[in-house]
């Protein structure tokens, strides 16, 4: 009976001080208490992470096409307004001319001078355009290629970081100590960052080469209205002489 | 008859300050231009203006946009920066 009495008072004192050895252990290795205990959660909270983040990175390539495209009809909005409104004070200039012009071969001179004008814009119109297209169906396959990296890397994270988290949780049930577990956890997330960043570094050369993509373009447009710009001082000439000045 | 005379001045008149008025317009300035001359510079600087102005549209930077991702990027270090 006494036996009894002796066991239940030490089998009582051990169960109280069993949750302060348990406290005393994890204020020691300085972890948060409970990391095994939260370790569901933390997976949760990660899964909830990434999914936010996929989310948001699909929605901001849809931004981006979407702008790009708005962007793209604007100008050319932009561009036709001002080619028609350049027409219009053109041809007001061209007519104001020719019913001034005192002979035949004024009015024929004048007419040419329209001819050469509407020859060179059409050469220019289409050589422009075809930069701008070369230009926009490259580009848009390097921004393709460019977050097609960064989903790469993103996927590639995630699945690190899932691994982590699982082999803490298998950990934890093993009984491995807590504050190993969860250190062992946030360095490899740690890791895992580093080479999501080192992944998506491989973007920067995508950079380059819409830059390199933007100058041939550059070159193109502004080589194609020297071209205009030249043919019609050409014109210019001829008709100043036919006017009678040089 | 008199009124007929003094008429017949009139038009002549007339018609030489016409044509007076119609060299001067056709007279080079003090730059050479003519009147019609120009007309033809400033039809060509509405052109040249122009594809001044299309070139500046066709040729703005769209990196803004291209590399507005950068935030969801930034974004993945709050993954491994959380305190857990």
Redesign the interface.
Known sequence: MRLIKQSIVALTALSLLAPSLSFAQEANTGA?SG?CA?VTN?RS??NS??TD?ER??GE??D??SD??KE?KDD?ED??IA??Q??KV??ED??N??DA???TDA?KAAIAE?KAS?SAAQTV?KAT?AAA?LAFRTA?DQL?TK??ET?RTA?VT?KTT?QAAIEKARVDCIAGADQATV?TT??AS??T??QK?HED?KAVDKI?QD?KAL?QT??TA??AA?KT??DA??AA?AK??VA???? | MKKLLLLAGAVVLLAAACNSQRATNNQPNQTGQTAETSKVDEAVSVLNASVDNEDAINLESDDDVIYSDQTVINGYDGVSNATY
């Open positions: 948060p990391f939260r933390v909270e990660i992470k990434f983040l948001k990175r901001k390539r931004d981006i702008k790009l962007r100008r932009k561009i001002k080619q409104e350049t004070k053109f200039k061209l104001e001319l001034e012009a005192t004024q001078f004008v220019r422009v701008m580009r921004i460019r977050q960064i993103a994270f970081s969860r956890f946030l997330l740690k895992a960052n999501f998506v950079g819409i933007a373009r550059n447009v502004k209205s205009f710009k019609v001082q210019k008709l100043k006017l009678g000045s040089s």
